[in-house]
């Protein structure tokens, strides 16, 4: 991303934490096929930007996804061990904050963009014997892209305007999962 003032220059981030929740369901006439819905969060610490700054982006998904039911057993009949892949629109809420920014008050915008989540993983079934549905754990990589508009505010009559460049984010996610 790009700050814009009197001088232009250009950020970098750290990696941060992302935390999230999914929902969805498989059907059951073609079980390799599901849809999902996703809800997550994460707030990447910015290294360089000469303000305190807080990004926080907000992706609501919609996804398209397809596994393999792999170790089928009269317990797991979709599969113990599941590959899958998922792809779809999320929309993607950011905010921004500028803090110590010497005016009256702080920065702050808003905006609703539309991009880009894909992913894939790995679902291991667990502790389905006694349980009306199954407990998972999973890992996934998940891919974001989104073009945020500009973020503008004005205060004490000076427009403040930062440009952000198209974001990408890669995320490794561990979880736990309940299917029923």
Same mark, same amino acid.
């Given at each position: %991303?790009?700050?814009?003032?009197? $001088?232009?220059? =250009?950020?970098? /981030?750290?990696?941060?934490?992302?935390?999230?929740?999914?929902? %969805?369901?498989? +059907?059951?006439?073609?079980?390799?096929?599901?849809?999902g819905f996703d809800l997550s969060y994460f707030d990447p610490e910015?290294?360089? #930007? %000469?303000?305190?700054? $807080?990004? $926080?982006?907000?992706?609501?998904?919609?996804?398209?996804? +397809?596994?393999?039911?792999? *170790?089928?057993?009269?317990?797991?009949?979709?599969?113990?061990?599941?590959?899958?892949?998922?792809?779809?629109?999320?929309? /993607?809420?950011?905010?921004?904050?500028?803090?110590? =920014?010497?005016?009256?008050?702080?920065?702050?915008? =808003?905006?609703?963009?539309?991009? +880009?989540?894909?992913?894939? %993983?790995?679902? /291991?079934?667990?502790?389905?014997?006694?349980?009306?549905?199954?407990?998972?754990? #999973? *890992?996934?990589?998940? /891919? =974001?892209? #989104?073009?945020?508009?500009? !973020?503008?505010?004005?205060?004490?009559?000076?427009?403040?305007?930062?440009?952000?460049?198209? !974001?990408?984010?890669?995320?490794?996610?561990?979880?736990?999962?309940?299917?029923?």
């Open positions: %991303g790009r700050f814009l003032s009197e $001088e232009e220059g =250009t950020v970098e /981030f750290k990696p941060g934490v992302s935390v999230g929740v999914r929902g %969805g369901h498989w +059907l059951e006439s073609v079980p390799w096929i599901g849809f910015i290294k360089n #930007f %000469g303000l305190p700054a $807080e990004l $926080e982006i907000f992706p609501i998904s919609g996804l398209l996804m +397809l596994r393999v039911p792999l *170790l089928k057993s009269a317990i797991y009949p979709q599969g113990r061990l599941q590959p899958y892949v998922g792809a779809g629109p999320s929309a /993607f809420v950011t905010r921004l904050k500028l803090k110590e =920014t010497g005016l009256s008050r702080n920065f702050s915008d =808003t905006m609703i963009n539309l991009g +880009l989540d894909a992913r894939g %993983g790995i679902n /291991f079934l667990f502790a389905g014997e006694n349980l009306p549905g199954a407990l998972s754990l #999973f *890992l996934e990589y998940r /891919f =974001t892209r #989104f073009n945020p508009l500009d !973020l503008k505010d004005k205060i004490d009559g000076v427009s403040i305007k930062v440009e952000l460049d198209p !974001l990408d984010t890669h995320h490794f996610v561990v979880g736990v999962g309940y299917h029923f």
